[in-house]
């Protein structure tokens, strides 16, 4: 944009629309977050429209510090759902909301009701009823405002309504960016859809995807998949990492393996607690130096085999803690875990976490299915070793390799182009794309 007011050149203007915004925690608010701080130096003003009053399951209020203070932030009125299930179980609702949804086997009648109203009654999701005074509010405000860019970032997908809504009202040019997929997302299959449901989401997805002036994902396979339902131009930006204030940390003394985000039953890895436990068996001393922990929220199921398996005594179950705090344990910890479920719908998944892992100089343990996005990364910068579910016998050698060079004081990483991930650099390429 050319216009010059006071001297100074006007920033263009995007209006990106957002569910997850500080103080919500975990993974989904980092990446617009980071987005939007360094937008300005690249000659755009972000205008953040996010909820006023939503029901986070995960809350961090030291992400509020982060926000750009060259941010428009505007926010509306949100009714969830969430506000009345709770009133039948609060801490299944909020585990629900988190994406820590049991497996069929361990399914209760009240899970069963609580995943059968989600999946079938809020579609594409529970912040549905955003989109209505949402798409009233923005259209006077783009218009107010001069605005010919939009963004939405989902999930929830059902933001993405939000921009097709504007899109047919308006002359602006609409970007849809999808955080994860949309019905070949792991959980999906979990919501106990309904054939109605299922064709449903796979309609709007469709008609989503068919839609927007330009779609943006995280993965290479993620782009594949959509690929067959559009022929609309896709780009993929991954997500990365940002220069945390965060100082470096004197290393565990503890043989400690930690896995930082959410560990959902899915992600429950046998063969490295079979590993673990051949290991302490097998290794003299390896017993009193090993540390399991987990930081962020961990499946019942997951607690429950690793207390089946024998290895309570190793574990160090934190909990959720602040972005800082967990910044602060990938970088004394020992080694880094990176989980994915066992699926072929979970290829295309590289998770937040992994590029803060890359940067951290700890090496990573990582485990999933064949062909992932992320083990092709962590390959290429030389930040770990990969696993399938199945090379039990491999991933137990290198475990015993690490637990070797621990005690020789040389275990570390050596990452390499790990620059091309840094949030600068990829908001640079988001720049270009919302430029053309």
């Keep these: 944009m050319e216009n010059f007011v006071s001297g100074k050149k006007e920033l263009k203007k995007v209006l990106i629309i957002t569910y997850y915004w ?13 987005f939007v701080k360094y937008l300005p130096d ?13 029901t986070y399951p995960i809350v961090d209020q030291k992400l509020v510090s982060e926000v750009s203070k060259e941010a428009i932030i505007i926010k509306q ?45 809020f579609i594409p999701d529970a912040r549905k009823y955003w989109v209505k005074p949402s798409v009233a509010y923005l259209e006077k405000y783009i218009q107010e405002n001069n605005i010919d860019t939009i963004v939405t970032s989902g999930p929830p997908h059902s933001l993405h309504l939000i921009g097709l809504a504007l899109q047919q009202k308006l002359d602006v040019k609409w970007f849809a960016d999808f955080r994860d997929p949309w019905t070949t997302i792991g959980y999906h299959k ?54 945390e204030s965060v100082a470096n940390q004197i290393l565990d003394t503890k043989f400690s393996l930690a896995h930082i985000g959410s560990f959902l039953s899915e992600r429950n890895p046998t063969i490295l607690w079979e590993s673990l ?29 690793i207390s089946k398996k024998g290895l309570n005594t190793y574990l160090n179950n934190l909990g959720y803690v602040s972005h800082d705090e967990a910044i602060m344990h990938q970088k ?20 937040g976490k992994l590029f803060e892992y890359m940067v951290s100089n700890r090496p990573i343990i990582a485990i999933g299915p064949q062909d992932s996005d992320f083990a092709e990364i962590i390959s290429a910068t030389n930040t770990g070793v990969f696993f399938r579910y199945t090379e039990k016998e491999k991933l137990k050698t290198l475990i015993l390799t690490f637990y070797n060079q621990f005690l020789e004081g040389k275990l570390q990483s050596n990452g ?21």
Excluded: C, M
């Excluded at 690249?42 to 939503?54: R, S």
């Design 277 to 305: 436990i051949e290991l302490i068996a097998e290794v003299p001393g390896f017993d009193k130096n090993l540390e399991i922990k987990l930081i962020g929220a961990v499946s019942q199921e997951v607690l429950e085999t």
């Design 77 to 121: 009125p949100i009714f969830e759902p969430y506000q009345l299930a709770s009133f039948f179980s609060k801490n299944k609702t909020k585990k629900i909301s988190s994406g820590i949804i049991p497996n069929k086997k361990q399914q209760g009648t009240l899970d069963k009701i609580l995943l059968w109203i989600r999946g079938n009654l």
């Design 42 to 54: 690249f000659g755009i003003q972000p205008i953040v429209y996010i909820p006023e009053n939503p």
């Design 416 to 436: 390499v182009g790990l620059q091309k991930y840094s949030r600068k650099n990829l908001t640079k390429e988001l720049v270009t794309i919302l430029n053309q």
């Design 332 to 351: 004394k910890s020992q080694v880094l875990l990176l989980i994915e479920i066992d699926s072929e719908d979970t290829k295309s998944i590289i998770p």
């Design 22 to 34: 500080p103080p919500a925690g975990g993974p989904g608010v980092q990446r617009w977050l980071k």
């Design 190 to 243: 979990s919501l106990r859809l309904s054939s109605f449901a299922a064709k449903r989401h796979k309609k709007l997805e469709h008609q989503i995807l068919n839609a927007a002036d330009q779609i943006i994902v995280t993965s290479k396979t993620t782009k594949t998949e959509f690929q067959t339902i559009t022929k609309r131009p896709i780009e993929v930006i991954t997500n990365g990492y940002d220069n």
